[in-house]
């Protein structure tokens, strides 16, 4: 009877973390269903002069929409962005390449975005490639809008 129990309860376990998985994965397919998405690791509200220990990144999937960027925990279950970037209320401060332990929680061909959203100073990590797209966003404003692009 004991043994019967234990597979059980492995059976449930290993089911549960198989849903899990499957979740996730329906979730990101959802998330990019629209296309414009790119990998996009997201630390918000740093310090004025941020140490480079690579605390408090967290890594997501940003996506394009309209003139908002929608950014999306890859470690979660929710459908909706965790933050929302306005076009017109990003400045860019500046960029610089990954410094220390940033190195091991970016991803390895990242650069590093110092921008302010609404007075809030926050920094994005993302490919040279996606990082090219972003910057081109940003200028596409529509007129009368003031961009801010280091």
């Not at 009877?1 to 234990?6: Q, T």
């Not at 329906?26 to 998330?31: G, Q, T």
């Not at 296309?35 to 996009?40: H, I, K, M, Q, S």
């Not at 500046?94 to 959203?117: I, K, N, W, Y």
Request: hydrophobic share 45%; charged share 25%.
């Amino acid at each position: 009877m004991p043994m019967v129990l234990a597979l059980t309860v492995c059976g449930i376990v290993i089911a549960l973390v198989v849903v899990g998985l499957f979740l996730f994965g329906l979730r990101r397919r959802l998330i990019q269903r629209s296309g414009g998405t790119f990998d996009c690791s997201l630390r918000w509200d740093v310090a004025e002069k941020p140490d480079s220990g690579g605390k408090g990144w967290s890594y997501g999937v940003a996506r394009y929409n309209g003139d908002r960027i929608e950014w999306y925990r890859v470690f979660s279950y929710a459908l909706r962005p965790r933050r929302t970037l306005e076009r017109a209320a990003i400045e860019v401060a500046g960029r610089r390449l990954p410094e220390g332990e940033e190195e091991l929680a970016l991803l390895s061909d990242a650069v590093v975005l110092a921008c302010t959203h609404r007075g809030t100073r926050l920094e994005l990590a993302m490919s040279e490639d996606a990082l090219t797209g972003f910057l081109a966003w940003l200028e596409a404003a529509p007129p009368g809008q003031r961009v801010n692009v280091a």
